[in-house]
């Protein structure tokens, strides 16, 4: 009796450990589609977050394990390597890799609508675009946020390589960039531009809401796509399906419970709850029911895409302007 | 007639390497061209001359290389005018030795990589920033090497020029330094191709040009024939550098033969 008993701890402490080590095969629930899913603390990632927190993808009888990565970039690289299923990404990624003609990924559906979550941060006495003449700006290139700053400086007339110096610089970096005064202002996204917007002395001076296709199509810079490899989805359309109905019921709950969303998603983004509350509170969270007009027939939020990846070729970001209809696919919704 | 025949023979061995080359070329065209790897993750080579010609009609190619060539210059002569005379008095004295041993230790196994948010708060992101990098990364294996070269002078030399009445500045210039010099060079070489990697952690933050900022920025936006350009001009860089080294050793040393 005491022999069994021990042998039945020694298996469950096996398998506790096996767990705690990562073996996914003995730690996850029984019949359960695991998914490695690409995120990170940016706000595109709160619904799988949410989801993954309050057991909304345990329902859809999904194993969502999270891995973080720093930069949308890294993020695809693992996609294409097939190590991560679903990601969410800054737009900008997806499309330089559209551009190279990679098929190994679908876009599936868009979380959000964000517009005051980036943004040009300036110090006090910087009142317009055109007082930054000669100064020192901090981004991290290649992203949605360098996008920003080469349109708003374009749209001012404002030559980016003789008029200002564009100082590239990781976002890990940026903070403290600004707050050293080696940089007179800064393109960031959240959780880096709450966080520079919290220093004294510091303000927006413009956000998404000034980039040219944000004017007419409601476009960031970087919007949040989701999207799935194509491997993945084709072995496991229902877990895919199931994934999208989660995070649709995360961005209700988002809605609908700020207060709540937002306690769970500080231990994510180590921002304050007054500043987390206001991200989810100034960003528009879809609901499965929007996603037809955005994705499907051609979509509005497809059509916006493909006047970003032609703006992207404009400014020498990409190559060739892919036609992203193709690499969208709705039929998951 | 000897020196024909050496001719002769050098001339089929650059043959024989130049042939290797463009075989080697030619399989990887093929087998990109055949469709068996996605470009995304392998570009062709006639895919990566076709972004070098696009990047020279930019200008963009040259002005990338000289910002780095400039950056891997500085912080390697900086290294090399520090570790020389360092590293000779570190190998001919026991007591110096005592003295900087341990910080050398704690040194020596720091990436260059490990000194970018320091050198950021002392330089901010400024080209001495990135001069310090490539510093950081080649001093302490360029005093290493320095004091091996100088450890390794046969005593009985020191012994016997001393025995013949030479004092320690005489020992030093006739012993010591001509007998460590054609190590410390063939050390120095192959630092030049380490300040060469320490150059891309260099160019990680606060970069515009240069060819670790081409190959992260290629990264970023997928363009692997960016990427690959890159790899291929820091070796090309590298093999051109070397070869100037090498005619420099032979000029240097040219007692030695």
């Known amino acids: 009796m005491n022999e069994t008993r021990r042998r039945v701890m020694k298996q469950a402490a096996t ?50 394990r999270w891995q973080a990565f720093s930069t949308s970039s890294a993020r695809m690289a693992a996609v294409m390597a097939g190590n991560v299923d679903i990601a969410g990404t800054g737009v900008v990624s997806a499309l330089a890799l559209m551009a190279s003609g990679a098929r190994q990924f679908q876009l599936i559906a868009t979380p ?36 920003l700053l080469l349109d708003i400086l374009a749209q001012a007339k404002i030559d980016p390589d003789k008029d200002v110096a564009v100082i590239n610089l990781p976002a890990t970096e940026l903070l403290s ?58 072995d496991n359309r229902d877990a895919v399906k199931g994934f999208l109905i989660a995070i649709f019921e995360a961005n209700a709950f988002m809605t609908k419970k700020p207060e709540e969303a937002a ?38 939020f497809v059509v916006g895409l493909q006047k970003l990846s032609e703006m992207l070729l404009k400014l020498k970001q990409i190559d060739s302007v892919p036609q992203v209809r193709q690499w969208v696919n709705a039929t998951y919704l | 007639m000897a020196e024909k025949k050496k001719w002769l023979q050098n001339s089929a061995l650059l043959s024989i390497s130049a042939a290797s080359l463009l075989a ?39 002005a990338n290389i000289a910002a780095s060539g400039r950056r891997v210059m ?27 041993d341990p910080i050398l230790s704690f040194l020596r196994p720091l990436p260059s990589m490990s000194w970018i948010p320091l050198t950021l708060l002392w330089f901010g992101i400024t080209e001495t920033q990135k001069y310090s990098i490539v510093f950081m990364g080649s001093v302490t294996p360029a005093l ?39 190590q410390i060079l063939s050390g120095m070489k192959v630092i030049l191709g380490l300040s060469w990697t320490c150059v891309i952690s260099a160019e990680l933050v606060a970069a515009k ?46 007692w030695q033969q």
């Open chain 1, 177 to 234: 960039a600004y707050r050293a005064n080696q940089v007179d202002a800064a393109v960031a996204w959240t959780p880096t531009f709450n966080r520079i917007r919290a220093l004294p002395g510091t303000k927006v001076l413009l956000d998404d809401s000034a980039f040219s296709l944000y004017k007419s199509y409601k476009m960031s810079p970087g919007p949040d796509v989701l999207l799935t490899r194509t491997a993945f989805a084709k």
């Open chain 1, 112 to 147: 959000n609508n964000f517009g005051k979550a980036e943004g040009l941060l300036v110090r006090d006495g910087v009142n317009s675009i055109n007082d930054l003449k000669g100064k020192k700006i901090g981004v991290t290139y290649a992203s949605s946020s360098h996008v």
């Open chain 2, 24 to 62: 080697f070329l030619l399989l990887w065209e093929l087998i990109c061209r055949s469709g068996a790897i996605d470009p995304v993750f392998l570009p062709a080579p006639s895919q990566v001359l076709g972004r070098a010609l696009r990047m020279w009609d930019q200008n963009s190619l040259i």
């Open chain 2, 209 to 254: 040009e240069g060819l670790g900022f081409m190959i992260m920025n290629g990264k970023e936006f997928f363009q692997t024939d960016t990427v690959v350009l890159g790899m291929v001009l820091i070796s090309f860089t590298v093999l051109i550098t070397d070869m100037v080294f090498r005619l420099i050793q032979r000029s240097v040393l040219s």
């Open chain 1, 15 to 64: 398998l506790a450990a096996a767990g705690s080590m990562g073996f996914p095969i003995l730690s996850r629930a029984a019949g359960a589609t695991v998914i490695n899913y690409g995120g990170s603390a940016w706000l595109g990632h709160y619904s799988a977050y949410i989801a993954m927190k309050t057991g909304m993808m345990a329902k859809q009888n999904i194993d969502l």
């Open chain 2, 144 to 182: 290493l090497y320095v004091i091996e070269a100088t450890q390794g002078i046969d005593p009985i030399l020191i012994r016997a020029a001393r025995n013949l009445g030479a004092n320690r500045w005489q020992v030093m210039r006739e012993v010591i330094l001509p007998g460590c010099m054609p």
């Open chain 1, 263 to 300: 306690k769970m998603l500080m231990e994510l983004t180590s921002l304050t709850y007054e500043e987390q509350l206001s991200t989810i509170k100034q960003t528009e969270w879809f609901s499965q029911a929007d996603q037809r007009a955005l994705m499907d027939n051609p979509g509005d």
């Open chain 2, 74 to 100: 500085v912080g390697f002569f900086a290294a090399v005018v520090v570790a020389i005379p360092l590293g000779i008095m570190l190998g001919t004295s026991r007591v110096a030795r005592a003295v900087l």
